[in-house]
């Protein structure tokens, strides 16, 4: 006996439904009025992203495809010149002296999007980390599956209001102060590390170094061990991540380049911290509609 139609239809929507739980995207978009070069970085006993460095024009945006279980950092690097074969060095954010990092991670100051995808039904584990310091501004948003999910970020501009002490200066398209190191890379001292007899929440807490950061960007880690108001939990099916969210005026692309960034067609908001919602890809819902009127 051939199977209906209608159950054709189910187990080809549960089938799309199972493909598409493997996987998450992580939409990368440039809103910054210069170009970027992002990186990544594997965590222990997780693969490498398929691209782990990559120049993004200022407007354009990258998805980047990556399954269950994977662990890593994401970052954004500045004032970079690099050679034809990759070669070069980094104003912030600088992996090695490399376009491709494989495996180098960032040279502090950097703002970092930190994530453990979950596997199966596991939820995701994300934050926005300014504990070794702050390059840019960052907004991370992600589409649950089974919900709401909470969006987090370090909006503010921290380099503005450095102290002194902490100012990371350069030229080029990204001129002035273009890092503010946190004070454990400053100064490097076990209170401001929480390393040494300061390692446990109970004998390090903030600083006023620290409380700083915090203040601007109340959502981020800004110590070590602040974890109570900085890392949140998720079932997502893609993140969005856009550094410099707060610049207006730029224009955004809703058409995601996988391999290659492409120029943005749409405008869009630069997204303020709010909780995002749970809304299905657009080709499942329509396939849903299809099912429902067979």
């Known amino acids: 006996m051939r199977p209906s139609k209608n159950f054709r239809s189910f187990f080809f929507l549960c ?10 995207t992580f939409i990368v978009t440039n809103n ?8 990544t ?4 006993g997780t693969p490498q992203l398929p691209t782990t460095g990559f120049r993004l024009d200022s407007g354009q945006s990258v998805g980047i495809q990556v399954t269950p279980g994977w662990s890593g950092r994401i970052w954004a690097r500045t004032g970079c010149k690099f050679e034809d074969w990759g070669v070069g060095i980094c104003g912030t954010g600088d992996c090695g002296g490399k376009m491709e990092c494989d495996g180098m991670g960032p040279t502090p100051p950097t703002t970092l999007f930190e994530i453990t995808l979950g596997k199966g039904d596991d939820k995701d584990y994300y934050d926005v980390s300014v504990v070794d310091g702050y390059n840019l501004p960052i907004l991370i948003v992600p589409r649950g599956v089974y919900g709401g999910c909470n969006a987090t970020g370090c909006a503010a501009d921290l380099n503005s209001g450095c102290p002194k002490e902490l100012q990371v200066v350069e030229g080029g398209e990204a001129t002035g102060v273009v890092g503010c190191k946190s004070a454990c890379v400053a100064f490097g001292r076990d209170e401001y590390c929480c390393s040494g007899e300061f390692a446990s929440p109970t004998t390090c807490g903030p ?6 950061f915090k203040r601007a960007c109340p959502k ?9 108001s900085s890392t949140f939990t998720c079932k997502a099916f893609d993140y969005a991540i856009t550094f410099c969210p ?3 005026g730029l224009r955004r692309s809703n058409n995601i380049a996988t391999v290659q960034p492409i120029r943005g067609d749409n405008n869009g908001e630069a997204g303020q911290m709010a909780s995002s919602s749970n809304i299905l890809p657009i080709h499942m819902t329509f396939l849903l509609l299809f099912i429902l009127y067979i």
């Not at 981020?220 to 109570?228: H, I, L, T, V």
Request: aromatic letters at 18%; hydrophobic letters at 35%; charged letters at 5%.
């Open 15 to 24: 089938s799309l439904l199972f493909t598409n739980s493997l996987s998450c």
């Open 246 to 248: 707060t610049i207006t």
């Open 41 to 44: 970085l594997a965590g222990a």
């Open 32 to 39: 910054c009025p210069y170009t970027i070069w992002p990186g």
């Open 207 to 212: 600083s006023s170094y620290s409380n700083i």
């Open 220 to 228: 981020a880690y800004s110590y070590a061990f602040d974890d109570g």
